[in-house]
């Protein structure tokens, strides 16, 4: 019988763990490459940039923005540890709709772009955050306010994908937010992980487009809802 990946709230100290898992799955996500085109170039950077991401996430948590979950399997290398294998980062309500005086400044549940990351074009990442925004208070903020949990990422190392630690850790943010009596489930959608979000429920609602001015390369993808009743 295969087993089950369990599931709990991430810690600082997995901080490196949560790294790993985000720099072997999340280039497979057609939106990282077209923002970090230089990562097999500058690999030092685009490990160093990466954690210093995740560590702000985890200031964020304690902020009560946002909430890191993390699913464990046994280790291929060893089934008497436990191993972290996937993440999920959720956007708690009260966190959506930045007042303005914090708008003029960083949001408080954004990590900064450290446009001067030498593994980074920062003229797409730039583009992305400005679509990716625009589209969120488009699509999910002007509709749900508040009244919504939002998966900012899911990640799985590659390893152990398709045994269940994806489902499990959306399933953990659908029953909280119906918990916590809220009007939907919101994100933004890789191609890889658009199946599992369609079989949870979800619906598109648009397709994020971001490209540069004179540009050909652009990575297209969609916004998704799950209204809860």
Not at 20 to 32: E, K, M, R, T, V
Not at 43 to 53: I, L, N
Not at 174 to 180: C, H, L, Q, R, W
Not at 205 to 213: A, C, L, P
Request: charged share 25%; net charge neutral.
């Amino acid at each position: 019988m295969e087993v089950k990946p369990t599931l709990r709230r991430a810690l600082v100290s997995d901080i490196e763990a949560i790294s790993n898992i985000a720099l072997g799955s999340l280039p497979l996500d057609p939106q990282w490459p077209y923002r970090f085109p230089l990562a097999s170039v500058y690999p030092e950077d685009h490990k160093k940039f990466t954690r210093m991401r995740y560590t702000e996430y985890f200031a964020n948590q304690v902020q009560g923005v946002s909430y890191i979950m993390l699913a464990e399997l046994p280790s291929n290398e060893d089934p008497s540890i436990k191993k972290p294998i996937a993440f999920a980062i959720w956007q708690l309500p009260g966190s959506h709709i930045q007042p303005v005086e914090v708008e003029a400044k960083s949001a408080i549940n954004s990590p900064s772009d450290h446009l001067d990351r030498r593994d980074a074009n920062p003229a797409r990442m730039t583009a992305f955050r400005k679509a990716i925004c625009k589209a969120k208070e488009e699509w999910f903020d002007k509709k749900f306010g508040e009244s919504q949990m939002c998966l900012t990422t899911l990640a799985t190392y590659p390893d152990y994908m398709r045994r269940g630690a994806g489902k499990a850790l959306c399933e953990w943010g659908i029953k909280k937010a119906v918990s916590d009596k809220l009007a939907a489930v919101t994100l933004f959608s890789s191609p890889m992980g658009k199946p599992l979000y369609t079989k949870l429920g979800f619906r598109q609602v648009g397709m994020v487009h971001t490209q540069v001015e004179g540009e050909e390369e652009f990575p297209d993808f969609p916004g998704m809802i799950l209204e809860l009743k």
